[in-house]
């Protein structure tokens, strides 16, 4: 007998990783579940996932699935730098502020360079005067720009605002790296191709999302300069990411990409936030702090308001300095929890007054 989990915990806007499985990736999985096949990636789900992901971004990319996006972001970037190099990333990238020194330790050193841009964003000036700030052999020597798509504060770049800042990376001769953990939900608010919002724009590798997606684990990692990858599959299994069993990563990928559900979660996502964002904006006093572009909402709220909230029983994030909250939305956030969400915060604002 399989039993239920006893406390589920709906009260939450804190992450999309908090959500389960959806039905897609996970009828996959059950559908990978039958008989023997080769370990390590040498099986026909893990080719056909691959093969999808290379039709769905109309290139010949090299492809690889690791367990989680720290690793995807840590490897890759260590791929594209030697241990005397930089990489050039927002102040609030994922990579700096969320990966525990994760990219430095995994590439033997290499530097993050922190800069600044408004909503998130890259800003291409501030960009090329960390790259032409030093030239001497005593500084770390600029050779990566990592960008987020969609941001870590909820904004989309657009495929011009990307080649602005690959155009310079050309210029200077630095790769480019996108930490595409919510990449689907900058695709669907971008209205472009997936190759159209990385390749063609001259990203050089992706890291592309599985886990807030709608998976239960596993990113893909998508090198569109084949010759980047050389050796990757070596990196991966001496960092302890090479999944033996590997058709539970790369079938339920396949299920997302092959049904198109890694569109649809993401635009309900999206959806989702747009919702809660218009029911935010009604409420007096309560600031949305960055553009709503794809599924994340972020709020000022006065912190005995916050701390209301978290009697309640409601989590989320409240890391984008004081009072900010982050309000995260899911393939399986529904219009009721946000309803309810806005409900407790009416009230309790009540209450406060
Ligand atoms: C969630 C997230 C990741 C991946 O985090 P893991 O917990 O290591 O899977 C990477 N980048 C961004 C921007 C994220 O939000």
Not at 250 to 267: D, F, Q, Y
């Amino acid at each position: 007998m399989v039993s239920a989990p006893v406390a589920t915990h709906p009260l939450q806007f804190a992450s999309d990783n908090y959500s389960g499985i959806c039905p897609e990736a996970l009828e996959y999985m059950l559908n990978a579940n039958s008989g023997d096949v080769p370990a390590y990636g040498d099986d026909d789900w893990t080719q056909r996932a691959a093969d999808t992901f290379r039709t769905t971004f109309e290139t010949d990319c090299e492809v690889f699935f690791v367990f989680n996006g720290t690793a995807a972001n840590s490897l890759t970037l260590a791929s594209l730098c030697q241990s005397y190099h930089s990489v050039i990333c927002h102040e609030l990238a994922h990579i700096e502020t969320d990966e525990c020194g994760a990219p430095e330790f995994a590439s033997n050193g290499s530097k993050l360079l922190l800069a600044q841009g408004s909503q998130g964003k890259l800003d291409p000036a501030e960009v090329e005067r960390l790259i032409t700030k030093r030239s001497d052999i005593h500084y770390p020597k600029p050779k990566v720009i990592s960008l987020t798509q969609s941001t870590e504060v909820g904004t989309v770049y657009t495929a011009d605002e990307l080649i602005a800042l690959t155009g310079l990376a050309r210029r200077y001769g630095l790769k480019v790296h996108m930490d595409g953990a919510r990449f689907a939900n900058a695709l669907v608010a971008s209205g472009k191709t997936p190759a159209e919002l990385t390749w063609k724009a001259g990203i050089d590798v992706l890291c592309c999302c599985g886990t807030k997606n709608g998976m239960g684990l596993g990113e893909a990692i998508l090198f569109f300069d084949r010759s980047l990858a050389e050796d990757f599959d070596y990196r991966c299994k001496q960092a302890g990411q090479l999944c033996s069993k590997m058709r539970f990563i790369s079938a339920p990928w396949l299920g997302l990409l092959e049904t198109g559900a890694w569109l649809r979660n993401a635009a309900h996502a999206n959806r989702m936030a747009a919702y809660l964002e218009q029911q935010l904006r009604q409420i007096p006093g309560l600031d949305i702090l960055f553009p709503r572009q794809a599924n994340g909402v972020f709020v000022q709220m006065p912190p005995p308001l916050i701390d209301a909230l978290h009697r309640r029983g409601w989590r989320f994030y409240t890391f984008i300095g004081s009072g900010g909250v982050r309000l995260m939305c899911a393939w399986n956030t529904t219009p009721e929890a946000i309803d309810a969400l806005v409900g407790d915060i009416k009230a309790a604002i009540a209450t406060l007054a």
